[in-house]
């Protein structure tokens, strides 16, 4: 490529990157600066005096409503949440796809369309007879209720990303494996398992942000005890407070971001390889 | 590997299908069912065909706000469509070009949002669109655009289109990415052979690496209209269920929304609900219909 094109290229990236930056970093430094510095003008400087106050008041105090003790609460529910909901979709995701690709049966493919097909499936239909189904089962509004949908609304995902991985393990290896007497399961431990390191942490991310970022289960079928971080975060935003305090705000949305953040920054290498492998290939 | 229903294995897979089943596609069928009701105040349903849907096609109480709702949609998706895609498509392109540095690191950013709640990014761009605190006028003064700064998330004519582009930012990143994914998996021999026969980069891409991701374009495309027939999030954290002002922000999702759960003074009908749901089922299914029977069939490959 000739000199010109390049400088072309690298300016095109740095405007992107610009514009991807900033917001960020107008997040960052507004929730760690006072109001009265917020007052006094520009939000693109950097912070006078670094000040922690307002993530105190955003973990601790701040007002979601009529109650006032800040995001903890909702950020503990929301752990709470994920780690089951991940796992299990999770798990049932690997297990199917080892089915559907290694174990096919007449029918199976069949069941495989039936979960694409549930991909397509807008969320809306769903709400009203699951909360009915939810209420039968007496988890109306209960953390377990909430796990449940997500884990329900997870399992095509996940399926189809550990088929679409398992299609491209050689059937000689399950045949060999057969062949010396290993059973369903202990293929699947000992040889399915271990290859799908790339698959398992690209399903474990996306799940992972899919359900800590969920707005509209949480705003439907939670109340109090088991209310979900984003709807503690719109709670905070939207309580009407003689001003709006820009810096809590940020310091709330911060709060809400880093797990997404830290899960990605520690495993983000996996994700981007193992979607090349594994989501765009079938 | 084909052979007789095996039972044993099917137990297997027995309990991710029954939950699947009792809380996924029964429900689909219950609402499906439910759209054809109407309830009294007595509480009791009663079967009344298609009147829901008469309802809401042509009474001018309901059609009003659904045809709005729907013209915001289409106009939603194909803003998100033609600036998300290409834009995603040219970092994309850029990004897999040999020896450009920092590659990795462009990559991660742009991905980064996608990530984050829309909850968050709603918050984050109002901040920064505020006529009052926001530094988009300052920013704009830089390149000498300042007076052409206007409160757009406020303003009637603009706020839709405004939610639309932060829509794309926030998403543009998962594009990018699968069809960088598809460019990096093109065999280099095939445009070495290009390269040798004299093809210039331009040519090369337009003749040989365009056709050859044109399946997960098609991906893309089935993606970003599923998406934005979904949508509802970002409305809603931004504008609230009422999509202001006036209405101009109102997706399907939102109007689902309103129908279904009632807002200040409307009633919230389940039965109505359930029509409006089924609408947005039908026409998303019509969508991935196209999709499966004309483009990827066409396209012989099974992606996604």
Same mark, same amino acid.
């Given at each position: 490529m000739s000199k010109p094109w390049r400088g072309v290229l690298y300016a095109v990236l740095l405007i992107a990157a610009l514009y991807y930056l900033l917001p960020l970093y107008v997040m960052l430094s507004t929730s760690l600066k006072t109001m009265d510095e917020i007052r006094a003008g520009n939000?693109?400087?950097?912070?006078g005096a670094i000040s922690f106050d307002a993530w105190h008041k955003a973990w601790?105090?701040?007002?979601?409503g009529i109650e006032c003790s800040g995001l903890s609460g909702y950020f503990w529910n929301s752990v709470r949440m994920v780690i089951p909901a991940v796992l299990i979709s999770t798990a049932l995701g690997a297990l199917n796809g080892y089915v559907l690709s290694?174990?096919?049966?007449?029918g199976s493919e069949l069941a495989f369309a039936m979960l694409l097909f549930g991909l397509y499936i807008p969320f809306q239909v769903l709400l009203l007879p699951m909360a009915q189904t939810l209420g039968w089962f007496g988890l109306a509004r209960s953390m377990a209720g909430l796990v449940f949908v997500h884990v329900v609304c997870g399992i095509a995902g996940t399926t189809l990303f550990f088929r679409n991985f398992y299609?491209?393990?050689?059937?000689e290896l399950i045949k060999a494996a057969r062949l010396d007497g290993a059973g369903f399961w202990r293929i699947f431990l000992r040889i399915v398992l271990p290859m799908s390191l790339p698959i398992l942490m690209v399903t474990l991310i996306w799940q992972f942000t899919q359900i800590w970022n969920d707005f509209l289960f949480g705003l439907v079928f939670s109340s109090g005890e088991s209310q979900p971080i984003t709807v503690g975060l719109n709670n905070l935003a939207n309580?009407?407070?003689?001003?709006?305090?820009y810096n809590v705000n940020m310091a709330a949305a911060l709060i809400a971001a880093l797990p997404t953040i830290a899960v990605y920054v520690l495993a983000g290498k996996y994700f981007v390889r193992g979607l090349a492998a594994g989501a765009v290939k079938g | 590997m084909k052979r007789a229903f095996p039972w044993h294995i099917a137990v297997f897979l027995a309990p991710a299908f029954l939950i699947y089943t009792v809380f996924s596609a029964l429900p689909l069928l219950d609402t499906l069912r439910l759209g054809f009701f109407t309830t009294y105040d007595s509480g009791h349903q009663t079967f009344v065909g298609l009147a829901n849907y008469i309802k809401l096609l042509t009474d001018p109480d309901w059609s009003a706000g659904f045809w709005n709702a729907m013209h915001n949609n289409i106009k939603f998706f194909l803003i998100v469509m033609f600036v998300q895609n290409p834009i995603a498509l040219l970092l994309a392109a850029l990004l897999s070009m040999? $020896?450009?540095?920092g590659a990795k690191g462009y990559q991660t950013l742009i991905f980064l949002?996608?990530?984050?709640?829309v909850v968050i990014i709603g918050f984050i761009w109002q901040l920064i669109l505020?006529?009052?605190? $926001?530094?988009s006028e300052k920013l704009m003064g830089f390149v000498g655009?300042?007076?052409?700064?206007?409160?757009w998330l406020g303003d009637e004519s603009s706020a839709l289109i405004t939610l639309s582009l932060i829509s794309v930012w926030q998403f543009v990143g998962v594009p990018m990415m699968l069809i960088y994914a598809s460019l990096i998996a093109i065999p280099d021999e095939i445009i070495e052979a290009a390269r040798i026969e004299g093809a210039s980069s331009w040519h090369i891409f337009w003749t040989i690496r365009l056709p050859l991701i044109l399946p997960t374009l098609g991906l893309v495309t089935i993606l970003t209209f599923v998406g934005n027939f979904n949508a509802f999030d970002l409305i809603y954290a931004?504008? $609230?269920?009422?999509? $202001?002002p006036n209405y101009s922000t109102d997706l399907l999702g939102t109007f689902f929304y309103r129908t279904f759960f009632g807002y200040q003074s409307q009633i919230g009908s389940p039965t109505m609900g359930a029509a409006v749901a089924t609408t947005m089922f039908l026409i998303i299914l019509s969508g991935v219909g196209v999709y499966f029977y004309f483009i990827q069939r066409k396209l012989q490959r099974f992606a996604f």
């Open positions: 939000l693109l400087s950097l912070p601790g105090t701040a007002c979601t290694k174990w096919r049966f007449r299609v491209g393990i050689p059937d309580t009407s407070t003689s001003v709006k305090e | 040999h $020896g450009v540095r949002p996608t990530l984050l709640s505020s006529p009052l605190w $926001g530094v655009l300042a007076d052409w700064f206007q409160p931004v504008k $609230g269920a009422i999509a $202001g």
